[in-house]
């Protein structure tokens, strides 16, 4: 990267404070509708739609602008099966011996076990992988606060699925650094997590949950 950066006039309108509310809410009610969903039509998603989601989460902030995260977007059902073979066998591992009984007991309630059809039923998958370092000119460049950048950018993705009317899953498979080899991605990146992406299966059931209330995570002085 370029030692020194251009500074440009920041392209901003202030809206009228009713209109700032009014877009609040309307944004409020778009992402309470948000759910995680684990059934999923085989129906084709566009192409472009989801490169737009991926470029949305790319305007995600990143320490020192490093943006240290990289998406790969899987339709090919062979790699996807791939993917679900994989997976199922760590998660297989997981819960005959890694899961405490503690966590065991809080995930059965949401009626999920180490089977993961989603994998191989959603039309795409995108994995998110995080750029630990980064290799210039033969040299090994340090990223900074990667977690945290790619972990925004995770959260705009999720979002702009959601906005652009599709459904998605958080899944993170652990271990997974069989997607480096799946994928082919380089030793520099490890995966986060993978988003099977797609509209709903017909009739599919969520848990009924109930998020906290903001008396319960704001504190304001």
């Known amino acids: 990267m370029a030692a ?10 202030k809206p009228a404070e009713d209109e700032l509310v009014r877009r609040s809410r309307s944004f409020l009610e ?3 509708k ?4 684990r059934e999923f039509s085989v129906e084709p998603v566009p192409e472009e739609v989801i490169r737009n989601c991926i470029e949305a989460a790319g305007t995600a902030p990143s320490g020192a602008h490093m943006q240290p995260w990289h998406f790969v977007v899987v339709r090919d059902p062979d790699i996807k099966k791939q993917i679900r073979l994989a997976a199922e066998k760590e998660e297989r591992i997981n ?9 065991k007991k809080d995930i059965e309630k949401l009626e999920t076990n ?26 090994r460049r340090k990223n900074y606060y990667v977690n945290e950048s790619v972990g925004i950018a995770t959260g705009l993705l999720i979002t702009a699925l959601h ?22 991605r380089p030793g520099n990146e490890s995966p986060t997590v993978v988003l099977p992406v797609g509209y709903p299966a017909e009739n599919t059931r969520v848990p009924d949950l109930n998020r906290k ?9």
Do not use: W
């Open 4 to 13: 020194n950066i251009n500074f440009s006039p920041l392209e901003y309108e």
């Open 30 to 32: 778009l992402i309470k």
């Open 34 to 37: 948000r759910r995680t969903v």
């Open 95 to 103: 819960y005959e011996m890694r899961y405490s009984d503690e966590m």
């Open 114 to 139: 180490f089977e993961k059809p989603f994998l191989e039923h959603a039309p795409v998958l995108i994995a998110v992988f995080k750029e630990s370092y980064r290799i210039e000119n033969h040299i």
């Open 163 to 184: 906005y652009a009317g599709l459904v998605c899953l958080p899944h993170t498979p652990s271990p997974m650094r069989f997607l480096n080899e799946i994928l082919k």
């Open 213 to 221: 209330p903001l008396s319960q995570i704001l504190t304001e002085f």
